[in-house]
């Protein structure tokens, strides 16, 4: 039955027909009352895009609506919405392949806690050599070369290929190569071996650094001020090799000797600090004596001097013609053992070996030895030899 509605109706004017009333709402009349249980629909499966219709409140008697940002394909089954809210537990068959674009969010992934659990799990990784953001497949290698194991927080690799640094962090942190594993420090293009540490060969009572490569000198340089510190078992004695800019030194500390089973070649000088006590070594009672020459070297000397430490072990050889004295005076810092060959060779000036503050006693193989200054004649040779700290012995030829 057609309905006759006034051709100008005002906003909210009401039109009867029957029993039911209607209202115009200022675009179109709205039956009162009126309550639709069915509608009647047909299929469609061609409309490309289509609204689903949806109500603002679960029941009554409500206007039916659409929104833009809910579609429908019916050709293809499409159902396409700005976003979906829930925790997707409802949702099956849906498969990686069939996720064809978009970021997994976080907590997306199930989220097992193997904390303490004994078993190497296989690593997992993208197929992407950037660290740029974008789509990547989840993948495993199946050969087990990277895996974790969450009992004893390690990491097990097959190799490490790094163009940086490798930082081993922590308290007390040790790098371990088990088995018959060992480890190379080689050159850039990792033909040239400079430190092998041989860890097959290693045992409790045998460590082993092995720095014999014949195809480079292996070699550990230190900067200034920086230092090379050897500890023992216990971390608290220790040797240090330090360079101060100019030399190379090496300090003890909590231990005094340096023992050394075997035979020592230094091929090269040997500086001590004084020629005297700057260094020592052991005499057959174990005593420590000054290291010395096993040469003589010579001392030109032509005017009056005074045996010190700097020329301990000298020949003092005079070749003047000036009268002059060569004196023995108490010196702590000469040690007791020192010992001076004086030699007068063509002088016209009378030389002589003086008494200062020390005694000088003459050995000359006639009885008693005599205290007081002696003179070297010339073509004359003498030995000077320090018996105590207040106390020389002389002897020789030419002496008077």
């Known amino acids: 039955m057609a309905i006759n509605f006034p051709d100008a109706p005002s906003l909210n004017q009401e039109h009867t027909v029957g029993s039911t009333t209607w209202k115009w709402d200022g675009t179109v009349w709205n039956a009162l009352g009126v309550t639709v249980s069915s509608i009647v629909v047909a299929d469609e499966s061609a409309d490309t895009t289509c609204f689903p219709l949806f109500a603002t409140a679960a029941t009554g008697a409500i206007e039916p609506k659409t929104g833009t940002n809910l579609t429908f394909d019916s050709s293809t089954g499409a159902l396409v919405a700005t976003s979906v809210a829930g925790d997707g537990s409802g949702l099956t068959a849906i498969t990686a392949a069939n996720i064809s674009s978009g970021n997994l969010g976080s907590g997306v992934l199930p989220y097992v806690n193997v904390s303490g ?3 190497a799990y296989k690593m997992v990784f993208a197929n992407t050599t950037t660290n740029t953001a974008g789509n990547y497949q ?8 990277l895996t974790y194991n969450p009992s004893t927080n390690q990491l097990a690799v097959g190799t490490i290929t790094t163009s940086g640094n490798v930082t081993i962090g922590g308290t007390n ?6 088995d018959a594993g060992d480890i190379h420090f080689r050159d850039d293009v990792g033909t040239t071996e400079g430190i092998h540490f041989n860890v097959s ?4 009572s045998n460590p082993i650094l092995d720095m014999t490569s014949t195809a480079l000198n292996p070699q550990l340089h230190l900067k200034d001020g920086a230092w090379f510190r050897i500890y023992d078992g216990t971390n608290v004695d220790y040797v240090d090799t330090r360079h101060d800019g100019t030399d190379l030194n090496t300090i003890f500390s909590g231990t005094t000797d340096w023992n050394i089973n075997g035979n ?9 600090a004084d020629q005297g006590t700057g260094a020592q070594v052991k005499d057959g009672l174990d005593n420590a004596q000054p290291v010395g020459f096993n040469v003589i070297p ?3 000397i032509d005017v009056a001097d005074t045996f010190d430490l700097a020329h301990n072990g000298m020949m003092w050889h005079r070749d003047g013609t000036a ?3 060569f004196t023995c005076d108490s010196d702590t810092n000469i040690p007791v053992g020192a010992t001076y060959m004086v030699a007068n060779e063509n002088a016209t000036g009378a030389l002589t070996i003086a008494q200062g503050t020390a005694t000088i006693r003459w050995f000359e193989g006639t009885g008693t030895p005599t205290t007081g200054t002696r003179t070297l004649a010339e073509g004359g040779i003498a030995t000077v030899y320090k018996y105590a700290d207040a106390e020389f012995w002389v002897w020789g030829s030419g002496i008077t």
Request: charged content about 10%.
């Open 117 to 119: 659990t004994s078993v």
């Open 138 to 145: 989840i993948l495993m290698d199946s050969l087990a070369n």
């Open 173 to 178: 942190p040790t790098l371990e190569i088990q």
């Open 201 to 204: 060969s290693i045992t409790a």
């Open 264 to 272: 020592v070649v230094l091929d090269g000088p040997v500086t001590t």
């Open 298 to 300: 010579p001392y030109e």
């Open 323 to 325: 009268t002059i004295a």
